[in-house]
T-cell receptor, first 115, second 113 residues
Framework: EAGVAQSPRYKIIEKRQSVAFWCNPI?????LYWYQQILGQGPKLLIQ????????DSQLPKDRFSAERLKGVDSTLKIQPAKLEDSAVYLC?????????????FGPGTRLTVT | GQQLNQSPQSMFIQEGEDVSMNCTSS?????WLWYKQEPGEGPVLLIA?????ELTSNGRLTAQFGITRKDSFLNISASIPSDVGIYFC?????????????FGKGTKLSVKP
């Protein structure tokens, strides 16, 4: 089966600019996650969707980050405006259902560099 | 919030050697997981542990869920060059956070042929 797809794979922007990332989860997976992975750290959950509803966005910096999953399939994560500390890899993951540990599959990530 | 302490931060070993890494937490978890991440890729699940004291193997990998539910270790036997990567532990609890994963900072493994 096809894995989690993410684009772009790399993005370089200047601070205060805007950027958007796209994720296409594995077909049939109801739960979608966005993680931020700063260099030298483990992934940190930003937001979790169950179908098109938000389950947990407690660690999302809502003043600059937003995410949506309008039709319960694809998702976009946006940063506006970007700061230097937003430089990281943004990972998307999906699972068949919430709490499905073994079924949480990660995409390759988008590496963001903010200059 | 909950944090995981993973050690060592990095390891440089000779091919054929055994490897051991561990993860500790100040709070308990219901589930422990071990992931491997290679450059330019997302983490891939290696082993999941669901019960305190559980010992689980996956080929040359063996992991244990600590009795106190606050720690876990991963062993790799007879390492080979393709074992190179960053190994992350992750803890998970069920409840209000809907089972979100908390990751350690990773152990970077380098294997010299």
């Amino acid at each position: 089966e096809a894995g989690v797809a993410q684009s772009p794979r790399y993005k370089i922007i200047e601070k205060r600019q805007s950027v958007a990332f796209w994720c296409n989860p594995i077909s049939g997976h109801a739960t979608l996650y966005w993680y931020q992975q700063i260099l030298g750290q483990g992934p940190k959950l930003l937001i979790q969707f169950q179908n098109n509803g938000v389950v947990d966005d407690s660690q999302l910096p809502k003043d600059r980050f937003s995410a949506e999953r309008l039709k319960g399939v694809d998702s976009t994560l946006k940063i506006q405006p970007a700061k230097l500390e937003d430089s990281a890899v943004y990972l998307c993951a999906s699972s068949y259902r919430t709490g499905s540990i073994e079924g949480q599959y990660f995409g390759p990530g988008t590496r963001l560099t903010v200059t | 919030g909950q944090q995981l302490n993973q050690s060592p931060q990095s390891m440089f070993i000779q091919e054929g050697e055994d490897v051991s890494m561990n993860c500790t937490s100040s709070s308990i978890f219901n589930t422990w997981l071990w992931y491997k991440q290679e450059p330019g890729e997302g983490p891939v699940l290696l082993i999941a542990l669901y019960k305190a004291g559980e010992l689980t193997s996956n080929g040359r990998l063996t992991a244990q869920f600590g009795i106190t539910r606050k720690d876990s270790f991963l062993n790799i036997s007879a390492s080979i060059p393709s074992d190179v990567g960053i190994y992350f532990c992750a803890g998970q609890n069920y409840g209000g956070s809907q089972g979100n994963l908390i990751f350690g900072k990773g152990t970077k493994l380098s294997v010299k042929p």
